[in-house]
């Protein structure tokens, strides 16, 4: 566990150190902030206790491991992790007796049906489930990135801290650029077989089906490496093919830089989330904040996070969706420059207005000093 710890030197203007334990890219955005409010950080890579159980407990408890770490921790003022699956590093906070953050941001909170291949809460094991029970009621802070997920965490184990705390785009990087528009229809995911029915994607060609007859033009982009499960882009091509739409069907991977992926972004007419469930919905909020109008289902986190700067859509049933309505939305779009122009306005106004970066950094500043001037009580 040792070998992973990273020391940033900072000149701690605030005197406060963290503990952050690094499980996802999401937790190291958390990390650059605190980084920028000028807190020492102390970054740990920890296995997964509910990915991993024996190592995750083996990297705690390893005895001759105590001395090299010991120090480093016990000096920490506060403890912060993401997942709400994370009861080790409570379990940790409690036996150093430092205030523990835990950030609730994915599936593991979430209580409703969804596909048996889905990472949620309602499909998990007794075990899992008892572990994201125990890690939101004895933290002594939960966020929640969305007032869907605090509802679905509140269900799980009510803890009165819990706070919403929206995640954050960065509007230095994503922002409106004047580039030439080409007419393209994005959707953003990571291509895998099991996630194609939570992210809409066969309804989604359905939709775009409709639109094409009219609109031959336009071009549906899938941007996103496949992962996880091969064969999402085989099931895409095929069905592209029955449906006679091939030619007009995009599949790409990532982008290597920010740079050229905002190019991108700022280059599409439309952006589509026709997603099942979403705890926020971060891509979506990225092409908003570039100016491109969104068009998202009526499920979940997406209308919250939406607002007025999209069209919302019925989502339908989860494996056929409604492809009527969203094609019927998506056209009212493309015909209508006036209201693309409106909602690409609203858009980049609302994620500046409520998911920057600075929102977040000053949110998390006055959570962080209340539990250490608390602690110190």
Same mark, same amino acid.
């Given at each position: ?12 203007q ?43 407990f ?15 921790l016990?000096?920490?003022d ?32 979430e ?52 706070e919403?705390?929206?995640n ?22 990571w ?31 899938? *941007?996103?490496?496949?992962? +996880?499960? %091969?064969?999402?882009? =085989? ?8 449906? /006679? $739409? ?9 982008f290597?830089?920010?740079?050229e ?21 971060v ?23 939406v ?18 309505? *969203?094609?019927?939305?998506? +056209?009212? %779009?493309?015909?209508? =420059? ?8 609203? /858009? $980049?106004?609302?994620v ?26």
């Amino acid at each position: 566990m040792a070998k992973h710890m990273i020391k940033m030197d900072l000149k701690n203007q605030h005197d406060i150190r963290i503990c952050a334990f690094s499980r996802s890219l999401t937790g190291d955005r958390d990390d650059k902030i605190f980084k920028e409010i000028g807190y020492d950080i102390i970054v740990y890579s920890l296995p997964n206790l509910l990915l991993s159980p024996i190592v995750s407990f083996k990297g705690l408890f390893r005895p001759l491991q105590w001395h090299k770490w010991y120090k480093k921790l016990r000096e920490c003022d506060v403890f912060f992790a993401w997942w709400a699956a994370s009861f080790d590093i409570v379990l940790l906070s409690k036996i150093f007796r430092k205030p523990c953050i835990i950030v609730a941001g994915g599936g593991e909170v979430e209580t409703g049906k969804m596909p048996q291949e889905y990472h949620s809460y309602s499909n998990s094991s007794f075990f899992k489930k008892l572990i994201t029970k125990l890690t939101l009621k004895f933290a002594d802070k939960v966020i929640s990135v969305s007032n869907y997920t605090k509802e679905n965490a509140d269900k799980i184990a009510k803890n009165p801290t819990n706070e919403v705390v929206y995640n954050t785009i960065n509007t230095e990087k994503f922002k409106h650029v004047k580039v030439e528009k080409k007419p393209y229809i994005l959707t953003v995911w990571w291509m895998s077989k099991l996630r194609m029915n939570t992210k809409g994607i066969l309804p989604l060609l359905e939709a775009f089906s409709k639109i094409i007859t009219n609109h031959p033009e336009y071009r549906l982009v899938y *941007l996103g490496n496949e992962s +996880e499960s %091969l064969g999402a882009r =085989e099931i895409i091509k095929k069905r592209a093919e029955e449906l /006679g $739409i091939s030619n007009n069907v995009i599949l790409m991977d990532f982008f290597k830089t920010n740079e050229e992926y905002v190019k991108f972004l700022n280059q599409c007419k439309i952006y589509v989330q026709y997603s099942w469930n979403e705890t926020f919905g971060v891509a979506m909020c990225e092409a908003m904040a570039c100016g491109v109008p969104v068009v998202a289902s009526n499920r979940t986190a997406l209308p919250e996070v939406v607002g007025n700067a999209g069209l919302i859509v019925d989502r339908g049933e989860m494996e056929k969706g409604n492809p009527d309505d *969203l094609a019927e939305k998506i +056209e009212m %779009l493309i015909n209508d =420059e006036n209201l693309i122009n409106k909602l690409s306005k609203k /858009g $980049i106004e609302r994620v500046r207005n409520n998911f920057s970066k600075e929102i977040r950094k000053q949110k998390l500043k006055r959570i962080v000093e209340e539990l250490v001037k608390d602690k110190k009580k």
